[in-house]
Every structure is written in C-alpha cells, then in structure tokens.
C-alpha cells in the first residue's frame, strides 16, 4: 500500500461566473522516500490539488469529490480536529513566496516552536531547542542568536529554508513544496535543491515537488505527473518522461523550452493560451492548441492509459501507437539539434 | 558591423536618505557601479546576473529615463549621457524598451489600438488615417489580431500583451530595443512564442537588442554575445559560445552549473558548483573583488584587497572577465574549483 | 528611538507654531474688535481704549504674538479670557475632562462594537450577523450623528425617560448637596452622548475590521499556519488579528482629529460644558486666549495620540520598529 493514494480527486469552484473545475478526476499515489515532481502551466490545477489533499481548501466555497488515503485513512472526510494533527505532523507543506508565507509580526523562533508545541507536549525551552536544531539543520548560519530575528531580517533564500525548517521540524513522512524555488534566483534555488536532496537523504521522507520547471522535476523527481487543464495527462517515471514522452502537450513543453545542453535554433511553440477552467473544451483539453487534432479529440476525452510496453507509463491520447512513434523520433531528432531538421 | 551603442564605465548611484525635513543621505546604493559594453548593430547583447544586480537599472540608464551618475553612453555616434529631455526626443524614436511585467507596463484605460500608436503620437508621425493602418499592420506583425485595436489590455493574457508591448516598441522602426525580462512573468509555452517573435522581428526588420533576463537558458537562445553581472558590475562578457563552453569567472561557472537541465540523463552526469550565501545588499558592497565572500577560490589578500579588472582572454576577440583566479577548464565540480594551481605565482 | 524621538519633538514644535499664529492670523484678519465686545452694552470710547490696552489690542499682531508665547513658555499662561478675565488654563482646567470623558469613552464603545462584529462578520461572511452587521454598517455611515443625537435624545431620554438628556457629572465623587458626581451618574450621563459619538464610528470601524480581517485570512502566512496544524482559533488570535489591526490603529490615529470635530456638536446637543462648547462660544466673542488655548490643547493632544499611536503600531509591527 502507497504512502499516499489519491483517487478520482475533484475540486470545483462556486465563483460569481461559474463553477471552476479546478481539478477533475487527478489519481496517483506516492510511497515513502520517493519524489513525485507535478510539472503543468500556470493554472492547471497543481496547487489546488494538493490544497484539497491537505483539507487546506474552503470548502464552503468548493466542491470536493475522491478519495485521498493517508496511510490507509481517508482523509477528505476526516473531522478537522483529526486534519489539524495530520498537517504539519504527518505532511509537511512548503509554499511558493518566502516572502509573504512567513508571518511577519512573530519571531522566526516563535514559529518555529509553534510548529514543535502543536504536536509535541514539550516545554518552551525544549521546543526552543528543536527550533535552533531545525535552523542549523537547513544551513542557517548562527541560528541560536537568528532564531529571535523577524522575516524581514532575512533574505528570500533564507526564509524558504526556515520554511522548509518549519516543514520538516515534526520529521514528517511527506513533504508537499509548491514552487519552492520559484521566487529565488538561480544560484539559491540550486542551494535550497540541494539541500531538500539531503534532508530527504536523511530523514526518508516522500516528497511532492510543485513546479513549472521541467529542469527542477528532471533533477529531483522519481516520478512524474504532467497536468493540464485540471487533469494529469502523462504520468511516467523520470526517465521515460524525458526519454519518450507520449502525448503532444509534453511534447509542446518539452520542445518550448530553451536548453543549455542543445542547440535548436527555433523553439516549438504551443500556439494560444491554456484552456479555461469555467468552460473546458470538449474532449481532450488540449485539443485548441494541439497540432495533431482529429475530430475524435474534440467528441471524446481520452482516458489516462498504459504505454503498450510500460504499465506505469500512462497518457491522455487518442492518436494511434505508430502515429505517436513517427511523430516524436521527428521531434527528438529536432530537439536534439541534428542541425536542418531543427527549422 | 558598426557600434550601435557604446557605454563606457557607467555608474548610477541612488541615494539612501534619512529624515523627514531635512533628508540627509547616509548612503548610497550603487546599483550600476562601473559598466562598459559596446553593442554592433543587428546583434543581441544578452545581459544576465541574480535579482537586484542593476540589469534594470543600467537598462533605464541607457535609455535615459534615468540620469547616470557617472561614465558614458555613445548611441549611433552622439554622446547621449547628458542629453535633456527636448535633445533626447529625436533620439528615442530609435531606441525603444519593453518591460517585464505585461500587466503593470500597459495603461489600463487605454484601448490597445491608443497603446500601440502612443509613440506615433509623441513624435508626431502620419496622420490619424496612417496611424490607424500603422497600428494595424503592427498588431499583425505580432500575431495579434487587427480586430484587437478597440480592446482593453486586461481583455488579454499574459503572452498577449507582452505582443502589445512589443507592437509599441516597434511603431517607430527603432534601431535598439531594450527586452527588460520580457519573458520571466510567462509560462514556458508562451515564453517560446515571445522568444520566437522576437527573432522573426530581429530577422525581419534588422534589430538590436539588449536582452535582459535571469535564465540562462532563455539569454543563450536569444543572444550572440552575452554580459554576466554581479552586484552593479560585469563579471565576465563573451560571446555566446565562449562564455557558455568556457566560462572563465567563478561566478559565471557557478551560476551556468545552477540551471537545472531538462534531462535526467544529463543532469546526473554533470558537476555542480553550489555557492554559500546570499548576494550581498548593494549599500555596503565587498571590496575589491565584490564576488569574494561566495567565491570558492577566493584567496585572503588578494581577492578583498586588489580589485579585478575586465581581462581579456588569451586568442578571443572579446571574451573577457574579471577575476585573479579564472577558471582553467570547464565543466568543474566543486572540489576541483576550489583547487587553485599556480596559486603561489599569483600572490605576489 | 532617540532618532526618532527627536523628529517628533521637532513636528510637534513646528505644529505648535503653525497651529497657534493660523489663529492668530485668521483673528487679525476678521474685522471684529474683541473690546467693543468685552466694553459691552455701555460703550463708552474711553472704556473701550482702556480695555484695549489692558487686553495689549493696541499692539500689532505679531507683539502680541509674541506676547502670548513669552507667557506661555515663562509662566506657563495661557492668557486670560477677554470676555470674562478668567484665566484660560483653569477655563480649560474645568473643560478637558469632560471632552475627554466623551471622546476616551466613545472611542472605548465603538471599539468594543467594531471589533468583535467585525471579526465575527469577517470569519462568517455572509451569514446573518454579518448581514445584519452590514446594515446597521450602512445605517451608521449614512446617518449624521448630530441626527442620531437628537433621535436619541428624543426617543430614550424624553419619551422613554432612561437616561438623563443633558448634563456631565464629575467622575470623583464629591458629597456637595445638589451635585450629581460619581463613576455610575458619570457614565449614565455619558451614555447617549457616547453612543451618538459612537455609532458613526463603529460602523465605519466594524467595515475596515472586517475588510482587514477577510484580507488578512488569504494571506499566504494563514495558510502556513494552518498547514502546520493550528486550529482555526489559534489561527484567529496568534496569526489573523494582530496583523489586521494594523491599518486599524493607522486609521485610528488619523480619526482623532476628525473626532474631536465630532465633539463640538455632542457638547452642544447634550448640553456639556465642554471644549468644543466653549469653542463655540468664544469664538463669536473674539476672545481669543480661550480660542488660542483650545486650538492649542487640541493640536497637543493629537501630537500625543499620534505619538501614542506609533509606539502602538512598532510593537504590533517589527518592520516598523522606530528608527
Ligand atoms: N479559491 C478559488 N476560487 C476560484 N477559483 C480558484 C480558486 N483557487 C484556485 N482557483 C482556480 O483553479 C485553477 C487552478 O489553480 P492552481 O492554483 O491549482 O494552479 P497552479 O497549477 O498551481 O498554477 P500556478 O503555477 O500559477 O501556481 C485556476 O484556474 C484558478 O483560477
Ligand atoms: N529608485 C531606486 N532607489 C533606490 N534604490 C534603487 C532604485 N532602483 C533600484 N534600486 C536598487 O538598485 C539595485 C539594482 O536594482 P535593479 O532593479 O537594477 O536590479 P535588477 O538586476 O534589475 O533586479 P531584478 O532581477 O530583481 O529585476 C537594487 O539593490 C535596488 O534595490
Ligand atoms: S488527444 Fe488529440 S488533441 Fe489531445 S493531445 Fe492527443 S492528438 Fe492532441
Ligand atoms: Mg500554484
Ligand atoms: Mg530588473
């Protein structure tokens, strides 16, 4: 049994236009010690995923629907009071912006404790202690005179590792960080990636790695789910995804992206924008945008089904097997700058 | 080729007041500290380096909408450091900037037909009928739709208005525009279509640019020479192939080793340099050599004391850098970098 | 702080000198002529030249300017009244507190209104308290509170018979015969002039407390906290309010001055003996040391609110702290 199995997960939004269909149908499990990276467009429902997964959506204003078991307990009709000793004890949750996700009227150190005190019957000073350790832990140099310094006195970098400090001080057994580097610069997003990598190393926990960088999900993930439009269209380990990946919007992400290590001279380009959420296309998500569109796509959504050859590699995709070869040893042949081709 | 832009050791310093009534200035920022480029007509100088370390800065500087502290800007021949605003009128038809955020950078009362023909409008081109048509082959040209003219920016997505900004930076047939992180607020897909855009044009109409953006990935694609700052100052320029297979300062191979490649494969195979620290506030900055506290070759009492400057490297037309230890080979891991031969024959 | 400290010395000097010559000025610029006015009904020239000296109105403006800050600064006078020779400081002596009886206690009842409505409004948005709070938000807004005064006067004073309509007793109890004093009459006389003074407030209060709260709730820290696996309560009290009262205690600085405007009217409809009712009554007498007094008492306690205000606002916000 998975660590984590979310099942058929829906979350519906009742706004003022309509109900948004923030995510439809998204199922995966996860199991201890493993990364699962979750890679899609802005809007395509990763945060909000892992938001219901946490009971951290309104629900007076959003439709859940699924099944999400922790360690074999359904957790969407689990009582607050049960949700509030799972969260931050259990599952851990580090957000995008370190700079408005700390609050910033409380000591770094009071935060920290509160995240001890919540879970652990333990005195002050002990919570205190733990709360400089967690500091140390995430490389923050003199931690025992920082912990009394506010948010504002430390840099963006920084205060994602006090966020990751906060996450990790109960030792939970899964980590869910939503955009963890997006806001940092390159070089501190390559310290706090590191970092993770290590904490993982030591203390085995599975983490969910939310992001837009298909680089970041390369580095770090075992397994990947690719969303679009509030569903996973590809999910495949790490390695599959990148070396044969199965459907065209992957294909679209994968040939959009300016590379170091390749030289094509012009990048392929997804015409037009991300689907909306109020009025989803018929079908398959992406047929607006998709190059190779039948009329099938438009009547039929696809389901999320196993490569021939590999069960765990499924895809949203009506094309046929052998279209679906031809096509990407042609994109792969371009991406990898066997020059002419590449135009 | 010819030089389109020449900046000679550009400085701009803002100060850091105190007080209400009587503002004293107990510091000063020194955000553009010394920056020399030229740019050749029809090339693309991409600029990189971490958040706060005056790419915008040193942008507006060039484009005169701030006043330089120190140094030199030469446009198409003519020293424009000091120009005034009505001398500066005839030359800003010919130098145009597009900004980063696609969301603040339009008017939003305006409708997007008013936006593209604004710098027609300052300088007085065509009559209404010609600006019409103008604006509409513009809106063309960036793959809008012509019909577009009477909307309002907030009716577009990111992408697309990022195309309305460019259309106006295009209106008057400039010669340089300046690309303020065009792309960092989009996502990929849509990053690829900016990107792509912005080569047709250059093709299409002879354009210079100086690309601006913290991806490394997205600065090789668009550039043919590259600029690497750090805290107000280039620590290294080349052109694209250089630079990204031999990088020479430290700085230049930690933040080339930082980007995460797209390729499990590859990703595993590679060496990684990991800096410690931040980047330090650009109010007291290091001396010396400014990159020294993070550096992984520094050396105490030659990297804080003697300051680097731009050195060529040997048989390269115009690569240089600004470092006592540059790096002999690449890629490096970090153990290797820190190893430093002839480290005896440079302390003197 | 000492940086600090001296810049706000330094503002409340500069207000001082604006504050008190504005007076000045404006009263040199009326045609009036304050001795006519004290000579009373029995004008003769010599009485009114005499009194003219006795008051310095012989002298040009800025001597007597002048004047007047040399005996403020030397004997701490305030002058005395043109109209009756009393001194102003003890006119004022008598005065202060029962402006400061309307103003501390209406400020205390609209707080206590506008804070719980508008936290419970916030959390419970559009159920029927914060429905209901919203219309008497919109009813307080509307309605001017010399309006409501009256109202108030007529209904539960006059036709109900409550409360007393008029009239301030003393806090300190006092056993003179005939003279209602005492914390209860105190506050039972205070009652409508506090709500009058109140309602206006609260319900503009109880709006901005829950914009604040219902902003500060989305807030990216909320959701850490709650990811941590605090309870909505704790997440009220450790993460939600004292962020959200930080505009709050702003606006709350800003409000004084306005405040005390409000005052003037509640004085006069109630019937206290207060500043803004001697304001009211010196100023069509040009007597101009009452006037300057108040003027002057007025901007001081602003500066002091105001100053009060900002060591509130650096203990509820570090990034704030006083430099
Ligand atoms: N509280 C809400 N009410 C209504 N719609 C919402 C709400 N929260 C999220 N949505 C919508 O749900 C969709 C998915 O949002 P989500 O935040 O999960 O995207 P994302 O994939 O995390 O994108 P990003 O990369 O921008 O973080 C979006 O269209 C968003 O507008
Ligand atoms: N008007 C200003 N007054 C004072 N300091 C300024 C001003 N503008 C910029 N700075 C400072 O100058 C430095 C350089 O800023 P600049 O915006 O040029 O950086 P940047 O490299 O463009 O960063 P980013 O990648 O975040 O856009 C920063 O430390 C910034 O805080
Ligand atoms: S199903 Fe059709 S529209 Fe969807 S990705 Fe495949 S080919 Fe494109
Ligand atoms: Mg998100
Ligand atoms: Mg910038």
């Known amino acids: ?343 | 080729m010819s030089e389109l832009l020449v900046v000679e050791d550009l400085q701009k310093y803002f100060p850091v007041t105190r007080g209400l009534v009587f503002q004293k200035e107990i510091a000063q920022v020194k955000a553009v500290d010394g920056v020399s480029f030229t740019v050749e007509a029809g090339e693309t100088l991409g600029v990189v380096g971490e958040s706060g370390c005056g790419k915008s800065t040193m942008a507006r500087c060039v484009a005169r909408l701030l006043e330089p502290t120190g140094g030199k800007i030469i446009f198409d021949g003519r020293d424009i450091t000091h120009l005034g605003r009505t001398q500066m009128r005839p030359i800003r038809r010919d130098m145009m900037m597009v900004f980063q955020d696609p969301y603040a950078s339009l008017n939003a009362r305006k409708r997007v037909g008013e936006i593209v023909a604004e710098p027609l409008d300052v300088h007085g081109i065509g009559t209404d009928k010609d600006r019409k048509r103008r604006v509409q082959e513009l809106l063309e040209i960036v793959g809008l739709n012509p019909e577009h003219y009477n909307r309002f920016p907030h009716e577009f997505s990111g992408g697309q208005r990022q195309r309305i900004g460019i259309a106006r930076a295009l209106a008057i047939n400039p010669k340089l525009i300046i690309c303020d992180e065009p792309v960092s607020a989009l996502d990929v897909s849509v990053q690829a279509q900016i990107l792509n855009l912005l080569k047709d044009l250059q093709r299409d109409f002879d354009l210079t640019y100086i690309f601006i953006a913290h991806d490394l990935n997205v600065v090789r694609h668009v550039s043919d020479r590259v600029m690497v700052m750090y805290l107000g100052k280039p620590v290294e320029t080349g052109s694209k192939q250089e630079l990204y297979a031999e990088p020479k300062h430290p700085y230049s191979g930690a933040l080339l080793s930082a980007v995460p490649i797209a390729d499990p494969t590859l990703g595993r195979a590679r060496k990684q340099i990991v800096l410690t620290g931040d980047v330090p506030s650009p109010i007291n900055p290091p001396a010396a050599c400014r990159f020294h506290p993070r550096c992984p070759r520094f050396v105490d009492g030659k990297c804080n004391v003697d300051e680097p400057e731009l050195t060529p490297v040997a048989g390269s037309s115009d690569h240089s850098y600004a470092c006592h230890f540059p790096l002999e080979r690449w890629p490096m891991d970090e153990d290797e970098i820190r190893r430093r031969p002839s480290l005896a024959a440079s302390v003197d | 702080m000492t940086q600090y400290l001296i810049r706000r010395i330094f503002w409340a000097f500069f207000l001082f000198v604006v504050a008190t010559m504005i007076t000045y000025v404006i009263f040199f610029v009326v045609p009036a002529d304050p001795a006519t006015l004290a000579a009373g009904k029995a004008t003769k020239p010599e009485i009114v030249a005499h009194i003219r000296r006795e008051l310095h109105l012989n002298l040009p403006i800025y001597q007597q300017y002048w004047l007047f800050v040399w005996n403020l600064v030397r004997h701490g006078s305030f002058g005395y009244s043109f109209v009756n020779g009393l001194p102003v400081r003890t006119m004022l002596g008598q005065e202060i507190p029962v402006t400061a009886s309307i103003v501390v206690g209406g400020v205390v009842m609209y707080l206590a209104i506008a804070i719980p409505t508008g936290v419970i409004s916030a959390l419970r948005p559009r159920s029927i308290l914060d429905r209901s709070g919203m219309i008497f938000v919109l009813v307080g807004i509307s309605a001017p509170s010399v309006w409501i005064g009256l109202i108030l006067i007529y209904l539960v004073g006059f036709r109900l018979g409550w409360t007393p309509i008029g009239d301030y007793c003393n806090l300190k109890p006092t056993h003179a015969i005939g003279v209602c004093s005492g914390p209860g009459q105190w506050a039972y006389h205070l009652l409508l002039p506090w709500i009058t003074l109140a309602v206006g407030s609260a319900a503009l209060y109880t709006r901005l407390i829950r914009a604040n709260v219902m902003e500060t709730m989305s807030e990216d820290y909320v959701r850490t906290a709650r990811a941590k696996g605090a309870s909505p309560s704790r997440v009220l009290v450790q993460h939600v309010l004292r962020n959200s009262m930080l505009q709050v205690v702003t606006i709350l600085g800003m409000d004084l001055g306005l405040l005390l405007g409000g005052v003037v009217f509640i004085e006069i409809v109630f019937g206290m003996p207060g500043l803004g009712a001697q304001l009211v009554q010196a100023a069509p007498r040009f007597d101009l040391p009452v006037i300057v007094g108040i003027v002057l008492f007025a901007t001081l306690s602003v500066i002091t609110f105001n100053f009060l205000v900002d060591v509130l606002y650096a203990w509820l916000d570090p990034r704030i702290r006083l430099a």
């Not at chain 1, 509030?84 to 996700?101: A, H, L, N």
């Not at chain 1, 999320?304 to 050859?309: G, I, Q, Y």
Request: hydrophobic share 40%; net charge negative.
């Open chain 1, 1 to 343: 049994m998975a660590l984590l199995e979310v099942q058929d997960l829906h979350t519906r939004f009742r706004t003022d236009d309509g109900v948004v269909k923030a995510v439809s149908g998204v199922s995966f499990e996860l199991d201890r010690g493993k990364t699962l990276g979750v890679v899609g467009e802005s809007g395509s429902g990763k945060s909000v995923t892992f938001l219901t997964v946490m009971g951290l959506v309104d629900r007076k204003i959003a439709e859940v629907e699924g099944s999400v078991r922790y360690d074999g307990e359904e957790l969407l009709r689990a009582s607050s009071s049960r949700l509030q000793k799972i969260r931050g004890r259990r599952i851990g949750m580090i957000f995008q912006d370190p700079m408005t996700s700390l609050n910033p009227v409380k000591k770094i150190g009071w935060q920290l404790e509160e995240a001890v005190r919540l879970h652990n019957d333990v005195s002050r000073d002990e919570a205190r202690r733990r709360a400089i350790q967690a500091l140390q832990e995430v490389e923050i140099p003199r931690a025992e005179t920082r912990v009394d310094d506010y948010p504002h006195q430390f840099s963006g970098g920084m205060r994602q590792r006090v966020m990751i400090a906060m996450a990790l001080i109960n030792q939970p057994e899964v980590i869910i960080a939503d955009e963890p580097t997006t806001a940092l610069d390159v070089t501190t997003q390559a310290q706090i990636l590191r970092l993770m990598k290590k904490l993982q190393d030591d203390h085995g926990a599975a983490i969910v790695m939310i992001t837009h960088d298909l680089g970041v999900v390369a580095e770090l993930a075992d397994d990947v789910l690719v969303m679009y439009g509030g569903r996973v269209v590809e999910e495949a380990k790490v390695d599959d995804l990148f070396a044969a990946p199965q459907m065209p919007y992957t294909w679209g992400l994968l040939g959009s992206l300016p590379r170091l290590e390749q030289v094509a001279t012009r990048l392929e380009q997804i015409p037009g924008q991300p689907p909306s959420l109020l009025h989803p296309p018929r079908g398959c998500a992406f047929n607006p945008r998709c190059a190779y569109v039948f009329d099938k796509c438009r009547a039929e959504l696809p389901g999320l089904d196993p490569a021939p050859d590999k069960a765990d590699h499924r895809y949203r995709c009506h094309l046929d097997d052998a279209e679906r070869e031809r096509i990407w040893a042609a994109k792969k042949a371009a991406l990898t700058g066997v020059e002419g081709s590449a135009a």
